[in-house]
Nanobody, 125 residues
Framework: QVQLVESGGGLVQPGGSLRLSCAAS????????VGWYRQAPGKQRELVAA???????DFADSVKGRFTISRDNAQNTVYLQMNTLKPEDTAVYYC???????????????????WGQGTQVTVSS
């Protein structure tokens, strides 16, 4: 069993930065791939970024060059660094951990694995 807790959300002005954290219980987390999804009001949930246990990454086109994803296995934590934030980045952000250590699966299937409770990110002036 893996429990995930997201943190780091908040209100930020356009052009600002935030760093989201996804902290996990259980040492097996280090063998899991982790993805960040987001869901804005009235919109479908979408993949933002994902990282394998070995550090390979994937990003949605809308965030490439602005967001980075990283992990600290010693801390059982995955980070999503968000820079140059735009109002359209406003959403609830969720982390998702899967034992299938394959990036493509995060694009193909938006279910399965373990999920956190979400953290709100609001980009507004």
């Amino acid at each position: 069993q893996v429990q995930l807790v997201e943190s780091g959300g908040g209100l930020v002005q356009p052009g600002g930065s935030l760093r989201l954290s996804c902290a996990a219980s259980g040492s097996i987390f280090n063998t899991y791939a982790v993805g960040w999804y987001r869901q804005a009001p009235g919109k479908q949930r979408e993949l933002v970024a994902a990282i394998t246990s070995g550090g390979n990454t994937d990003f949605a086109d809308s965030v490439k060059g602005r967001f980075t994803i990283s992990r600290d296995n010693a801390q059982n934590t995955v980070y999503l660094q968000m820079n140059t934030l735009k109002p359209e980045d406003t959403a609830v952000y969720y982390c998702n951990a899967r034992s299938s250590d394959v990036l493509l699966l995060f694009r193909l299937y938006q279910q399965g694995g373990y999920w956190g409770q979400g953290t709100q990110v609001t980009v507004s002036s």
